[in-house]
């Protein structure tokens, strides 16, 4: 039974909202010190060539200029999976947004004027822009020394090849599985690179003292993890690195993690001591020289009965992820385990390879290769339901995991809600009516799934203040998600103060204690978790007080409004600033601390296990219209259901299924970052289309909130899975709607046009 | 370099600036007005946006220069001089309308050079006025509710 509960569960006010609106919430691009210069960079002239020499000596005697760096100055790799990326280029350059020279200035303009002044000599290299040609014999390899780079276990690159991960899962007999199905079909699917197109930039300060202690304020989504890459790239201790997060960050999604504008103002910082240095990037540069999502090539060979069963299922993944590996290993490793897909399929066999090429660097993107791999299984799934003359929902129903199903990657799954997220979907469109759609017009239906990656550490600390009031002390990043408010709801409730009276500043790794990221849609649960076991522990020492005070056993005293009170005595009720005020007079104040860590699933030291702590469900529906004149498709209406365990704050989780399906909407139809040759042909935002107010369909967004056992008052996750189903969803409705199918991403009009012409 | 006066939220401001100085850096590095935000400096995403006598403009297209005898109107200047948040603020704010909030001030000038054109938007009207701000977080669905809740509230 649902406990009723004071402030979860309620869709209370953003705390940052009136800040916000106000316009006095910081950000990093708002930071400014004493003494602060300004970092730029110079890029690279081609995809992929030998740097022969670079002469900044012009650029060193421009006034105004402090420092002009290159890779030399700055000998050390650092990466997220596998350390195979130098702060500037070493040697040779691998991609065109990769960083050759940068200067620090007393402002932008003269760092700016000094970039004109290097001179960069290159020898061109044969260069290689897709992942299917970099896997043939005799590509260009880009990383010579791949097998020398430091990784996790988990992490299998191939030396000698462009695979920086090749993730190899077998469960059953692939060939035997085959060889029972009446039928087998093979499709490839393929999408395109899409970035995040946060509104704030990346953008960071960094000081190193003449001694090598580094900090480094900024918009990174997870200050401990990008400190331990800091230390382990510098070979220093991590007391050594400190990150400050600004207040605020303007957008995440999965971009602002690793080391991006980061790395520069390191390298500048490392070789120019004592003066703060701040890099911003340009919006060209966030499209060029960040992160995007990988494009791919995903092949699914898929054997089934003639009922619609799936007795087989073979994968190939390919992950383009660009000249450097950053998440890549990670999202091609988790995105191999899902690309089978939701369905009970006995004989299971994938092989998914993360390939360098000389494209810029691909990693997470909200998802988290998800968009990538429903849109290859949830697209043929529609596909084998018409080939075999089955309705795609009751095909879905019927093959859909369920509690006890066993994951590609082994784990036996408890919590599936997909079948309830399917049926509030079919609901919602009223699919067991016949279609109300005149031509044209057709409707679509996917599921959505997604890991938490684990196992990996949160916790927190709680400061009562001598008034009572709260401070939470926690690494999590206000990315936009809500993290500040959902975290001070938990815990408001655990403590049993009202809202209003708790804070949370933003992480410092100073004070704010360990958290793995603000990431995969971890926070809620993780954190969650662990403020709630800090508020525990702050409660057990106020009423251990409160119990002397006014000599009643603790068992007897609770928290309820700020106040403790012998329970069911509300007239004994006592402020809790007065329990610490009698005990430590003026003085004092009480610190709760919380650890979370999810025990016994992996085996000790590994991570970004298959066995996750949980996976996320969801499933979404489309509404179509099809101009078969122009090729132009209107999304009539989007339906999401999404399981978030107990919604903490349910206006904040609706407000993620929104975002994510206006993601799913630029990634079905035209977000697509074009390049020619490694050159980056459309880096802004005029010529890179996101969805603007006039391109959000009607969205109807549903809850589905079954209690998690082990989240903090039940609560699951959100924000990742939200744009998985998009797009199948819609490319399902369009093949309904017209007959047609699309098999790569984005569905342009012109891709419409030409496969009606084919199918008459 | 030359000298110009502007109004800044009902604050006169005499200024030396160089010729193509934008309006953008002009509020942010000179009058350190940071309420205002930065996202592409091209025109494109909307999120520098300001009043220039009233007219919504991309402050990053407009030289500090053009400002010259006019009257500017940033976020730091939509909330009445006694703190109380303008209708607009609040109906984001009860609407949930922000989640990063990089966009926040941008959409609100917009939003508020709207409703002193056009007191009761239709839906339509209020998209259109709003194309040019992108958010990338919130899919816009609470911000159009939220700029139609303040025109209402607004013309009670």
């Given at each position: 039974m649902k406990k009723a509960y004071v402030t979860v569960g309620k869709s209370v006010t953003r705390l940052d909202a009136r800040d916000k609106v106000r316009g006095v919430a910081t950000y990093i691009v708002d930071m400014k010190f004493s003494g602060m210069l300004h970092g730029k960079v110079l890029y690279s002239k081609f995809p992929h060539a030998r740097i022969v020499k670079i002469d900044t000596s012009r650029a060193k005697r421009l006034p105004g200029v402090k420092a002009v760096i290159t890779g030399e100055d700055m000998p050390f790799l650092h990466g997220e999976a596998l350390y195979d990326t130098p702060f500037l280029a070493v040697g040779k350059v691998r991609y065109m947004g990769e960083a050759v020279a940068a200067v620090a200035a007393v402002d932008e303009e003269t760092a700016e004027e000094a970039l004109d002044l290097i001179e960069v000599e290159y020898e061109e290299l044969p260069a290689v822009f897709n992942p299917g040609d970099a896997l043939k014999q005799g590509a260009p390899i880009l990383h010579e020394k791949l097998g020398e780079y430091y990784h996790p276990p988990v992490i299998t690159p191939v030396p000698g090849t462009n695979i920086c991960n090749h993730t190899k899962i077998r469960k059953g007999d692939i060939e035997k599985g085959f060889k029972e199905a009446d039928h087998i079909f093979e499709d490839t699917f393929t999408t395109q690179m899409t970035q995040h197109g946060?509104?704030?930039?990346?953008?960071?300060?960094?000081?190193?003292?003449?001694?090598?202690?580094?900090?480094?304020?900024?918009?990174?989504?997870?200050?401990?993890?990008?400190?331990?890459?800091?230390?382990?790239?510098?070979?220093?201790?991590?007391?050594?690195?400190?990150?400050?997060?600004?207040?605020?960050?303007?957008?995440?999604?999965?971009?602002?993690?690793?080391?991006?504008?980061?790395a520069i103002a390191i390298a500048l910082a490392w070789n120019y001591r004592g003066r703060p240095i701040k890099i911003v990037n340009t919006r060209e540069e966030e499209f060029t020289s960040t992160v995007v999502r990988h494009p791919t090539v995903i092949t699914l060979k898929t054997g089934v009965k003639k009922d619609g069963t799936i007795v087989a299922r073979q994968t190939t993944c390919l992950w383009d992820t660009g000249a450097y590996a950053e998440k890549g290993p990670t999202v091609s490793r988790m995105g191999g385990a899902s690309s089978a897909g939701v369905y009970n399929i006995p004989h299971v066999s994938i092989d998914s390879y993360c390939v360098y090429t000389n494209n810029q660097i691909s990693g997470a993107l909200r998802g988290y290769s998800g968009p990538q791999t429903a849109w290859a299984y949830e697209s043929q799934m529609d596909m084998i339901a018409e080939r075999l003359g089955l309705d795609p929902v009751q095909m879905r129903l019927k093959c859909a995991y369920d509690n006890g199903s066993v994951h590609a990657g082994g784990q036996v799954l408890s919590d599936v809600t997909l079948k309830t997220c399917l049926n509030k979907v079919v609901e919602a469109m009223k699919w067991d009516k016949p279609s109300p759609l005149t031509p044209y017009r057709g409707r679509g239906v996917a599921f959505g799934e997604r890991f938490i990656k684990t196992p990996f550490a949160s916790s927190a600390f709680l400061k009562i203040n001598e008034d009572g009031t709260v401070d939470l002390i926690s690494s999590t990043s206000e990315v936009g998600q809500g993290g500040e408010t959902t975290m001070c709801q938990i815990a408001a409730e655990e403590l049993g103060v009202p809202l209003a009276s708790v804070s949370k500043a933003s992480p410092d790794t100073a004070y704010t204690p360990f958290d793995e990221s603000t990431t995969s849609s971890r926070s809620t649960f993780h954190m969650g978790n662990a403020i709630r076991m800090a508020a525990r522990d702050a409660k057990e020492q106020i009423l251990q007080m409160a119990a002397t005070q006014m000599k009643v056993p603790v068992k007897k005293l609770t928290i309820v409004d700020g106040n403790v009170q012998v329970v069911g005595k509300p007239e004994t009720a006592t402020p809790l600033g007065q329990v610490m005020r009698r005990r430590y007079g003026a003085s004092g104040g009480v610190l709760g601390r919380g650890f979370y860590f999810p025990d016994g699933l992996a085996p000790e030291g590994e991570y970004f296990t298959f066995n996750c702590i949980f996976w996320m469900y969801c499933a979404q529906g489309a509404e179509v219209e099809v101009d078969p004149r122009t090729g132009k498709v209107t999304v009539l209406k989007m339906v999401a259901a999404h399981d978030v365990g107990t919604a903490i704050n349910p206006k904040s989780c609706i407000e993620q299924i929104a975002g994510g399906v206006s993601f799913g909407i630029g990634f079905t139809f035209y977000e697509d970052l074009i390049r020619e040759n490694g050159k980056t042909m459309n880096p802004s935002f005029l010529s890179y289309k996101m969805p603007t107010t006039m391109d959000m369909p009607p969205l109807d967004p549903y809850l589905v909130e079954p209690h998690c056992e082990q989240g903090p008052f039940g609560a699951k996750a959100v924000g990742e899975p939200s744009s998985v189903p998009t797009a199948p969803a819609i490319a399902n409705a369009i093949a309904n709607a017209i007959g047609v199918r699309i098999t790569d991403l984005p569905i342009t009009p012109d891709k419409i046009l030409a496969a009606l012409k084919n199918k008459t | 370099m030359r000298t110009i006066k502007v109004t800044v939220n009902g604050e006169s401001h005499q200024a030396e600036v160089p010729d193509h100085r934008t309006l953008l850096d002009f509020l942010r590095q000179d009058l350190e007005l940071m309420g205002t935000k930065s996202g592409c400096e091209t025109g494109d995403c909307g999120a520098c946006t300001v009043l220039l006598n009233g007219k919504a403009v991309n402050s990053c297209l407009v030289l500090a220069a053009e400002a010259d005898g006019k009257e500017v109107l940033t976020v730091e200047g939509l909330a009445y001089p006694n703190r109380e948040l303008h209708p607009l603020q609040e109906a984001f704010v009860e609407h949930g309308a922000i989640q990063c909030g990089y966009c926040t001030s941008g959409m609100l000038l917009s939003a508020k050079a709207l409703l002193d054109e056009i007191p009761r938007p239709t839906e339509e009207e209020v998209k259109e006025a709003l194309a040019g701000n992108l958010c990338r977080c919130t899919g816009y669905y609470s911000i159009i509710k939220a700029v139609q809740a303040a025109a209402e509230k607004m013309n009670r």
């Open positions: 946060t509104i704030e930039p990346h953008a960071a300060i960094c000081m190193v003292t003449p001694d090598g202690k580094l900090t480094l304020w900024g918009n990174n989504d997870s200050p401990y993890r990008a400190r331990r890459e800091i230390a382990v790239a510098l070979k220093i201790p991590l007391h050594r690195v400190r990150l400050v997060g600004a207040p605020y960050i303007g957008g995440n999604f999965g971009g602002k993690g690793g080391l991006k504008a980061e | -």
